[in-house]
């Protein structure tokens, strides 16, 4: 197969980001227990947690079961929380974290481990420091400015910021991969036409609908999850191929996402106080539909 060479320079960069996270992983995953119940922050490094929940594994030494463990965060019960779950793992999503230091406590057979958790705002900062003011929030559609009044930029979310920090809720959309013609216009040189338009779930499924390989061989429609929101006052986009039907969630084994991911750089790196949707294009086939993730 002729490779071109973008698809040289996507291949290199996705397989040297794959082995970065690889090697994350390991580092960072307990290599043996040397204590009755050891509890890793899974979501990120301990301190560095933000926007009030945390995703925890808790292993504990045999005989100690689950049925043996209590938990408890800043003493407030969360053992409804954590489950074993498929992998065989004890996780468990842990939410109400106050802002700065949390406390978080497993029990088991009269032994106690407490892992401290840094909590920081949604809406940043983490460790950069204090931020530049003012800042103006995206909204639905782009604002003319006025004397009073600044241009916004448009969010491509359908609700405003609920605060000084442009926090916007969250929205997921469905795209589909077309089997019609798409790219450069061979008529039209300028013309771009989109190779991933949006679905409509609530009708049937598009007639121009191509479909793709699972990592288990299987194919399925090829149909792109994808999630904006806010963190940190800008706006992200995440998105990864779903399996149609399956579920989405921190423990779902996901049958589509290789577990590695690909992160673009847009044209510019400019801030003018203004929060601006994401500059990078999370609409690449070639990492797609070989189930790599776009954050």
């Not at 320079?9 to 996270?21: P, T, Y």
């Not at 793992?89 to 057979?109: F, H, K, M, P, Q």
């Not at 809720?169 to 036409?193: H, L, S, W």
């Not at 590695?260 to 929060?275: D, E, I, K, M, Y």
Request: net charge negative; hydrophobic share 35%.
């Amino acid at each position: 197969m002729h490779l071109t060479k973008r698809q040289y320079w996507l291949q290199g960069m996705v397989l040297c980001l794959a082995a970065i996270l690889v090697s994350c992983t390991e580092s960072e995953a307990p290599k043996s227990l040397d204590a009755p119940i050891v509890i890793t922050s899974l979501s990120n490094r301990a301190d560095l947690i933000s926007a009030g929940n945390v995703l925890v594994g808790i292993q504990l030494l045999p005989p100690l079961s689950l049925e043996d463990l209590t938990v408890d965060l800043n003493g407030v019960d969360v053992r409804e929380h954590f489950a074993v779950r498929a992998d065989g793992r004890i996780l468990g999503l842990v939410d109400g974290l106050e802002i700065g230091s949390n406390a978080l406590t497993a029990t088991a057979a009269g032994q106690s481990t407490r892992l401290a958790l840094i909590n920081h705002a949604k809406g940043g900062p983490v460790f950069s420091g204090p931020q530049i003011q003012p800042w103006v929030c995206a909204t639905p559609q782009p604002q003319e400015g006025s004397d009073d009044t600044p241009a916004t930029a448009a969010s491509g979310l359908s609700t405003s910021a609920i605060d000084k920090q442009c926090n916007i809720a969250a929205e997921v959309k469905r795209y589909y991969r077309t089997t019609e013609q798409c790219g450069r216009d061979p008529d039209n040189p300028r013309r771009f036409i989109p190779c991933f338009k949006e679905l409509d779930s609530t009708g049937s499924p598009p007639v121009d609908l191509a479909e793709t390989t699972s990592r288990q061989g299987k194919t399925i429609p090829y149909i792109v999850r994808v999630e904006r929101g806010t963190m940190n006052r800008g706006i992200y986009d995440i998105a990864v191929v779903e399996e149609a039907g399956t579920e989405w969630g921190p423990f779902s084994q996901s049958q589509t996402w290789n577990g590695a991911l690909v992160h673009l750089f847009g044209g510019s790196t400019g801030t003018p106080r203004r929060q601006f949707p994401p500059n990078s294009r999370w609409a690449m086939d070639e990492a797609l539909s070989r189930g790599f993730m776009f954050p």
